[in-house]
C-alpha cells in the first residue's frame, strides 16, 4: 500500500514535469523581418493553465494592435511600409516554459518580444531577453523586482506594483469622509502581491493612517478565511487586498460570511476584472480598485484614437467590455510599434535605443520609460463598483462618478 | 477564544465540504484500485452543470445539485464501462495516465466551452450567516456540510444494506471471487465509477455555490481528495468524511495561530505523520491493500 502510494506520487510528479517541459503548443510561422515585408514579433502566451482568463485578454490586446497598424498599412520603418506579424505560443501559464519560448523565437531570428502575462512569467523572460541580446515590451509584469536587476532590454507600460494599493491608499486619503482611521493589508504571498503590499502600506503610513499587520495568505486561494478572523478582532476601518481575482473575490464573498464590515474594501487587480461584478453581484457595490486603465483615461494615438475609441474597438471585436489586461497588451505593441517607428530599423539594438527615449501620449496615457525600464509617468486610476459598473472616482480630473463612502453598509 | 472558536466552526464546515468533494475519488481509489486524476474535473463540470441550470431555469443550487449528480453518474457510468474498463486489467500506472489523460480533456474542453471566465452560483442566502455572539455559520456552508454527512452516513447505509452496495464492496475485495458468485463486475465497476463522479458533480455545485470557479480549479480538488483519500484511510465509507475534517480543521487552526501561508504545508505535514504511525490512514482498513487482484 505505501509504497503504490509512493508510486502514485512519482507518476504525479513525473507527469507534471513532462506536461511542462511538453507545454509549447503549435508552431509558429517561420516569418523574418528581412526582406518579406512584414515586421516579425514573438509573444508567448498563457493561453491554456491557470492563467488562461488573462492571457487570452492579452492575446485580444496584441492581436487589436496588429489590426489598427496593419489597416494603415503597417509599421512605418525607414519609408517602408511592413506589415506586423505576431506569433503565439502557449506558455501554459509557466514561467520556465514562457522562458524557453523566447529562446525559441531568438533560434527563429526573432528579436522583438512581447511579453506573456503576469510577473513571474515576465521575470523568467527578462533574463533570457538580456542573455540573447533580444528586446522584450512587458503588458503585464508589474512586479518592481523585474527592474531592480539592471536589466537594459525589458521596457514595461504599465504603472508598477508599488502603486497598486498606493493609489487606492492616496484616493481613499483625498476622498473618503468621515476619514478613515486604520487599514489592515490582506495579501497573497506571490512575488507581486507582496511588493503591492509593501507600497500599499509605506503610502499609508505616509498618509498617516494607523497600518494593522498585514495577513498573508497562499496565492490562488479561495480560502482567506484565516486572514480575515484574525483581523475581525482589530476593526480596521478599510480592508485593502492586494490580490488576484480569486483571493479578491474570497475576501469579498467570507467578509460577509463571517461578519468583517469595515467601511470599505479596496483590492488591486480583482474589481475592474468584469468577472468581479459578474461573480459577486450586489456584494461587489462600492468595493473600490486600482486599474491600469479605464475608458476615462487621457490621451490619444495614431492607431487607436482616444481611450474611448479604444473601448468601442474591443466590444465590437471581442463582444465584451474592455478589460484593462486588454489595453496594457496593446499599450505594450503600440510601444514596439512607435519605436520600430522611430528607430527606422527592425533591429533590436536600434529599437531598445528607441524604445528607452520614447516619450508619447495614447490611448493608455503617457508611455515613457526611467533608466530601469519602468513607465513612471502614467498614474494609475482607482474604480469603485456603482451598480454593477466600474466607474473612474480617482484621480478626480478624469473620474466618471462620485466616491461612495462608507462603502459597506 | 472567539478567534478559536470561528476558526474551528470555519474549518469544520470547509472539511466537511472538502469531504464531500473526496469521498467519490476514495470510493473509487478503494474499491476498484484506480486513483481518478479526472476527479477535480467531475467537480469542476459539476459546478458548470448547476451553475447552467441556475442561469437557464433559475433552479436553487440545492436543486440545481441533483441534476449535477444525474449528469455526471450517467458520464461517469459510460466513461468507465466503454473506457476505463478496457484497461483496468493493466497496472495501476495505465489507469493513472488514462486517466490524467482524461482530465486534460476534460479541462481543455470546459475552457473552449464555458471559457476560462470566473463564476459563481449566486443565492441570496449562501452568504448570510447565523451568529451565536461572536461566532458566524455561514449557511451555505452549513448546508453543504450537512449534505455531505448526510451523504456519507447513506453511502454507507447504501454500500452495507442493499445488493447493489454488498456487490460493490465484494468486487472491491475480490473480484474473482464476486465473478464466480455472479456478480457483473464491469456493470458494478461503472456503476461505482458514476456514483463517485455524481458525488463529485453534487460536491461541485456546492463548490460554486459558496465560492468561486473556472476550469484551471479542477487540479486543486484532485490534489486535494488524495490528500483527504490518503489522511482518512480507504476501503472505509467514513474515510474522506474524517480525513476532509482533520484537513478542514488543521488548514484552520494553522492559519490562525501560523503565518497563513503556511496552511498548505502543514496539511501535508500532517499526512505524512499521519502515514507514518498509521500506514492505512485514519480509519482505513488493511485488508484492502492485501487483495487478490485477478
Known amino acids: ?409 | 477564544m472567539s478567534g478559536f472558536l470561528q476558526a474551528t466552526v470555519y474549518g469544520l464546515l470547509q472539511g466537511g465540504l472538502l469531504a464531500l468533494v473526496a469521498v467519490g475519488f476514495s470510493l473509487v481509489w478503494g474499491v476498484m484500485n484506480v486513483v481518478n486524476l479526472a476527479h477535480g474535473g467531475f467537480v469542476i463540470l459539476g459546478a458548470y452543470v448547476g451553475w447552467e441550470m441556475h442561469e437557464w431555469f433559475g433552479l436553487d443550487p440545492f436543486l440545481g445539485m441533483f441534476v449535477s449528480a444525474a449528469v455526471l453518474f450517467v458520464f461517469g457510468y459510460v466513461l468507465q464501462r466503454f473506457l476505463i474498463n478496457l484497461v483496468i486489467n493493466g497496472p495501476i500506472f495505465i489507469t493513472l495516465l488514462l486517466t490524467f489523460g482524461l482530465d486534460l480533456m476534460i479541462v481543455q474542453g470546459m475552457n473552449l466551452v464555458f471559457s476560462a471566465d470566473y463564476r459563481s452560483i449566486k443565492t441570496s442566502y449562501a452568504s448570510n450567516s447565523l451568529a451565536f455572539g461572536s461566532v458566524r455559520v455561514p449557511l451555505g456552508r452549513l448546508l453543504a456540510f450537512a449534505l455531505a454527512v448526510a451523504i456519507t452516513v447513506l453511502l454507507v447505509a447504501v454500500v452495507n444494506r442493499t445488493r447493489t452496495g454488498l456487490s460493490i464492496l465484494a468486487t472491491g475485495m475480490d473480484r474473482g471471487a464476486a465473478r464466480l458468485m455472479g456478480i457483473r463486475a464491469r456493470h458494478v465497476y461503472a456503476l461505482t465509477f458514476g456514483i463517485a463522479a455524481g458525488l463529485a458533480g453534487m460536491a461541485g455545485a456546492m463548490i460554486g455555490t459558496v465560492g468561486t470557479f473556472n476550469p484551471s480549479a479542477a487540479a486543486s480538488f484532485t490534489l486535494m481528495s488524495f490528500v483527504v483519500a490518503v489522511l482518512g484511510g480507504l476501503g472505509n465509507m467514513y474515510g474522506a468524511l474524517v480525513g476532509g475534517l482533520v484537513i478542514g480543521l488543521v488548514q484552520a487552526w494553522g492559519g490562525q495561530y501560523l503565518p497563513g501561508t503556511w496552511v498548505n504545508a502543514l496539511a501535508f505535514l500532517v499526512l505524512i505523520v499521519v502515514l507514518i504511525f498509521r500506514p492505512t490512514g485514519l480509519v482505513g482498513r488493511a485488508f484492502y491493500a492485501a487483495r487478490q487482484e485477478v
Not at chain 1, 475576501?251 to 468581479?276: C, H, M, N, R, Y
Not at chain 1, 497588451?329 to 510599434?337: G, I, N, R
Open chain 1, 1 to 409: 500500500m505505501r509504497s503504490r502510494t509512493l508510486a502514485v506520487a512519482v507518476v504525479i510528479t513525473a507527469s507534471s514535469l513532462v506536461v511542462a517541459g511538453c507545454g509549447s503548443k503549435g508552431e509558429a510561422k517561420s516569418a523574418n523581418a528581412a526582406g518579406s515585408g512584414t515586421l516579425a514579433i514573438g509573444a508567448s502566451l498563457s493561453l491554456t493553465g491557470s492563467l488562461a482568463r488573462e492571457g487570452v485578454l492579452t492575446q485580444e490586446g496584441y492581436q487589436l494592435c496588429q489590426e489598427k497598424v496593419n489597416a494603415k498599412g503597417g509599421v512605418d520603418i525607414g519609408g517602408t511600409k511592413v506589415k506586423l506579424d505576431i506569433q503565439y505560443q502557449d506558455d501554459t501559464s509557466k514561467p520556465d516554459v514562457a522562458a524557453q519560448l523566447v529562446d525559441q523565437f531568438n533560434d527563429k531570428g526573432i528579436k522583438l518580444i512581447l511579453s506573456s502575462y503576469g510577473s513571474a512569467n515576465t521575470e523568467a523572460q527578462a533574463a533570457v531577453i538580456e542573455r540573447n541580446g533580444q528586446l522584450m515590451v512587458d503588458s503585464a509584469g508589474a512586479d518592481n523586482k523585474i527592474f531592480s536587476k539592471g536589466y537594459k532590454r525589458t521596457f514595461a507600460v504599465l504603472s508598477p506594483a508599488t502603486e497598486y494599493a498606493a493609489s487606492i491608499v492616496k484616493a481613499i486619503a483625498e476622498l473618503a469622509t468621515p476619514k478613515p482611521k486604520s487599514i489592515a493589508f490582506l495579501s497573497a504571498d506571490d512575488g507581486f502581491s507582496k511588493t503591492v503590499t509593501e507600497g500599499g502600506m509605506k503610502a499609508a503610513k505616509a498618509a498617516g493612517f494607523t497600518v494593522l499587520d498585514p495577513q498573508y495568505f497562499p496565492n490562488g486561494t479561495s480560502d482567506v478565511s484565516s486572514a480575515l478572523t484574525k483581523v475581525k478582532g482589530q476593526h480596521p476601518d478599510v480592508i485593502i487586498g492586494s490580490v488576484h481575482l480569486v483571493e479578491g473575490v474570497a475576501i469579498i464573498k467570507q467578509a460577509k460570511e463571517l461578519g468583517v464590515t469595515p467601511a470599505g474594501f479596496g483590492e488591486s487587480v480583482a474589481p475592474p476584472t468584469p468577472d468581479f461584478a459578474k461573480t459577486l453581484g450586489a456584494q461587489a457595490e462600492n468595493v473600490l480598485g486600482s486599474s491600469q486603465w479605464t475608458d476615462a483615461t487621457k490621451g490619444t494615438d495614431k492607431y487607436f484614437g482616444t481611450a474611448k475609441d479604444y473601448a468601442k474597438d474591443i466590444q465590437a471585436k471581442y463582444n465584451h467590455a474592455p478589460d484593462y489586461h486588454n489595453a496594457e497588451a496593446s499599450a505594450a505593441c503600440l510601444a514596439l510599434v512607435l519605436a520600430a517607428e522611430k528607430a527606422g530599423s527592425s533591429k533590436a539594438d536600434a529599437v531598445r535605443a528607441a524604445l528607452s527615449g520614447l516619450d508619447t501620449e495614447s490611448f493608455f496615457g503617457t508611455i515613457k520609460f526611467d533608466s530601469t525600464g519602468q513607465n513612471l509617468y502614467k498614474p494609475m486610476s482607482v474604480i469603485q463598483i456603482q451598480n454593477g459598473k466600474a466607474l473612474t472616482v480617482w484621480p478626480t480630473e478624469s473620474a466618471e462618478a462620485k466616491m461612495i463612502w462608507p462603502g459597506t453598509k
